[in-house]
């Protein structure tokens, strides 16, 4: 059993309506039914009536309800009192930031900041951007760091997550070179010679983003899919190999372009942007309700640190 099967469940008992638990908990519909289906399974009871309308608990389900909340409860404790031991600093900022962020972007945004602020002392978890968002509505990190397009936005509640646009990131596509420094491979290939692709697995957030370029090609590129992964890094290295094309993000292959053993498919300027480039904002956010009720040392250290963080981070884009 998973603990998310458990939150799962108190959301549809909560909300009695499976599309808007889905939506509450940043998955898909279908994927939210089948966790709510296992946990039935590892149980061995059903524990929703689904032929009523809106859905409600079955007998089974009311009572294990109340379980679910103590076995919630007890969880969250064992969590706090492993944080509370974890770190004697509570100065200490905890970030939750997607794979490829977390090795290029954030780096270097970092040490900026720190020109302002001097030292920080801060924990990273890398995660994929799922993982990343669950990690601030559950209360796992301080500052979620993310990319953001309108065609997959990020279902956080305005009115409690504050967020602030960090910059842009350029996404298209690349090749190994030639000897006479052409790209060995180009979209959009033909029926007769596809160009081997080296794509995301499936869900993967940048894997959306290259699904919503190629679905807005003139016309469809012939791809042979010869490997994938859900790791930027990992892709580039297979297309620093010459084993075909893969799109990525431009902080992770800004130092390769320049020396030559990248190009870029979509250049700027060049025929082929307006299909094969797109543009994502990174965003920064924070839960505006932590810590609001802060009553002891470590709550008002940990407030008072990411507060003056935000400020920062705030006045540094003001110039």
Same mark, same amino acid.
């Given at each position: 059993?998973?603990?998310?099967?458990?939150?799962?469940?108190?959301?549809?008992?909560?909300?009695?309506?499976?599309?808007?638990?889905?939506?509450?908990?940043?998955?898909?519909?279908?994927?939210?039914?089948?966790?709510?289906?296992?946990?039935?399974?590892?149980?061995?009871?059903?524990l929703i009536d689904r032929s009523s309308y809106p859905t409600r608990l079955t007998a089974a389900g009311e009572v294990f309800?109340? $379980?679910? %909340?103590? =076995?919630?409860?007890?969880?969250? +404790?064992?969590?706090? /009192?492993?944080? &509370?031991?974890? *770190?004697?600093?509570?100065?200490?900022?905890?970030?939750?930031?997607?794979?490829?962020?977390?090795?290029?972007?954030?780096?270097?945004?970092?040490?900026?900041?720190?020109?302002?602020?001097?030292?920080?002392?801060?924990?990273?978890?890398?995660?994929?951007?799922?993982?990343?968002?669950?990690?601030?509505?559950?209360?796992?990190?301080?500052?979620?760091?993310?990319?953001?397009?309108?065609? $997959?936005? %990020?279902? =956080?509640?305005?009115?409690?997550? +504050?967020?602030?646009? /960090?910059?842009? &990131?350029?996404? *298209?596509?690349?090749?190994?070179?030639?000897?006479?420094?052409?790209?060995?491979?180009?979209?959009?290939?033909?029926?007769?010679?596809?160009?081997?692709?080296?794509?995301?697995?499936?869900?993967?957030?940048?894997?959306?983003?290259?699904?919503?370029?190629?679905?807005?090609?003139?016309?469809?590129?012939?791809?042979?899919?010869?490997?994938?992964?859900?790791?930027?890094?990992?892709?580039?290295?297979?297309?620093?190999?010459?084993?075909?094309?893969?799109?990525?993000?431009?902080?992770?292959?800004?130092?390769?372009?320049?020396?030559?053993?990248?190009?870029?498919?979509?250049?700027?300027?060049?025929?082929?942007?307006?299909?094969?480039?797109?543009?994502?904002?990174?965003?920064?956010?924070?839960?505006?309700?932590?810590?609001?009720?802060?009553?002891?040392?470590?709550?008002?250290?940990?407030?008072?640190?990411?507060?003056?963080?935000?400020?920062?981070?705030?006045?540094?884009?003001?110039?």
């Open positions: 059993m998973e603990i998310k099967w458990l939150e799962d469940f108190v959301s549809l008992a909560k909300t009695n309506s499976f599309s808007r638990s889905a939506e509450l908990r940043h998955v898909t519909q279908p994927a939210f039914s089948r966790r709510i289906q296992s946990l039935e399974a590892w149980l061995g009871s059903e309800y109340e $379980q679910a %909340l103590a =076995l919630l409860s007890q969880a969250q +404790e064992a969590r706090a /009192l492993l944080r &509370e031991q974890r *770190s004697a600093d509570h100065s200490v900022l905890d970030f939750a930031v997607p794979h490829t962020l977390s090795m290029t972007f954030f780096p270097r945004w970092l040490k900026a900041l720190e020109k302002r602020l001097g030292l920080l002392r801060s924990r990273l978890r890398a995660l994929n951007v799922h993982d990343a968002a669950m990690s601030l509505t559950d209360g796992g990190c301080d500052l979620l760091m993310c990319y953001y397009h309108p065609s $997959q936005p %990020l279902q =956080l509640d305005a009115a409690r997550y +504050e967020m602030i646009v /960090l910059g842009s &990131e350029r996404f *298209s596509p690349y090749s190994a070179p030639t000897p006479q420094k052409r790209a060995r491979f180009k979209l959009p290939g033909t029926p007769d010679a596809p160009v081997p692709y080296l794509a995301y697995t499936a869900n993967a957030y940048l894997g959306r983003m290259a699904d919503l370029l190629m679905g807005g090609a003139p016309s469809p590129p012939h791809l042979d899919k010869v490997y994938e992964t859900d790791m930027a890094e990992a892709l580039k290295a297979m297309v620093l190999a010459g084993h075909g094309v893969a799109f990525l993000p431009e902080s992770a292959v800004v130092d390769s372009v320049a020396r030559g053993e990248l190009v870029d498919l979509a250049p700027s300027g060049g025929k082929a942007v307006a299909p094969w480039h797109l543009d994502m904002e990174i965003r920064l956010y924070r839960d505006r309700l932590a810590y609001t009720d802060a009553s002891n040392r470590r709550e008002l250290t940990k407030r008072d640190a990411v507060e003056a963080f935000w400020q920062a981070v705030r006045d540094q884009l003001k110039g």
